[in-house]
């Protein structure tokens, strides 16, 4: 049981470059989520998922776009990467989307935009 | 929207002293978590409190759900320095499916 796994652990970008962090879980998690996290700002949702086929935007959704074909994915693409991005971007998924399920985070990715 | 702040942001013991940090909401919460993270790591779930002047404990930590259910806190009896690490608190509000983040404490404890 791998719970929730990212890759990459690291990436460099150019300004303006594309790229997708990938996130997988295997509890079967009705939830999915991603969150990015600075330096005294604690985490801050970009995007989450309720279920298949279905996503919303969280507080910084700016620049991002997500997808969920599956209940096991969610990966996060860039768009048009910008310094402002850089960041450690966490996936987390839970039992529950209807609130109170724990978050089980993955192990993060260290993304610098250059 | 709804804001969480955390205090204070850093703070630095000595080994055997208490530590506390204090979870502050905008708007009132449906329920609260609690996670550590382990510097290089990721968040770990702790705990939650659902009812209004809820008080748990797990070992030498003991959490609190304010009265108004807009505020927490987090108290660490007798610190070790297995205790290290960031401590974020984290709230819905409503039905809400998002789940906001405090700013976070990070705790430094030496011997």
């Known amino acids: 049981n791998a719970g929730v796994t990212q890759t990459p652990k690291f990436q460099v970008l150019k300004t303006g470059q594309s790229m997708t962090l990938q996130c997988a879980q295997d509890m079967n998690h009705e939830y999915m989520s991603w969150y990015r996290q600075d330096p005294g700002m604690g985490l801050r949702l970009i995007h989450y998922s309720v279920g298949a086929g279905i996503t919303d935007q969280g507080e910084v959704p700016n620049g991002y776009n997500v997808s969920r074909s599956t209940t096991e994915d969610f990966p996060l693409r860039l768009l048009s990467a910008a310094p402002s991005q850089t960041s450690v971007y966490f996936c987390a998924s839970s039992y529950s989307y209807r609130g109170g399920s724990p978050l089980h985070f993955g192990n993060g990715t260290r993304l610098t935009v250059t | 929207g709804q804001q969480v702040m955390q205090i204070p942001q850093y703070q630095h013991v000595q080994e055997g002293e208490d530590f506390t940090t204090y979870c502050n909401s905008s708007?009132?919460?449906?329920?609260i978590q609690w996670y550590k993270q382990r510097p290089g790591g990721h968040p770990v779930f702790l705990i939650q409190l659902v009812k209004s002047g809820e008080v748990k404990k797990q070992k030498r930590l003991t959490f609190q759900f304010g009265e108004a259910k807009k505020n927490s806190s987090l108290h660490i009896t007798a610190t070790q320095t297995t205790d290290v690490g960031t401590y974020f608190c984290?709230?819905?509000?409503?039905?809400?499916?998002?789940?906001?983040f405090g700013t976070g404490t990070r705790l430094q404890v030496t011997l």
């Open positions: 984290a709230g819905y509000t409503g039905t809400a499916s998002k789940l906001t």
């Open positions: 708007t009132t919460l449906s329920n």
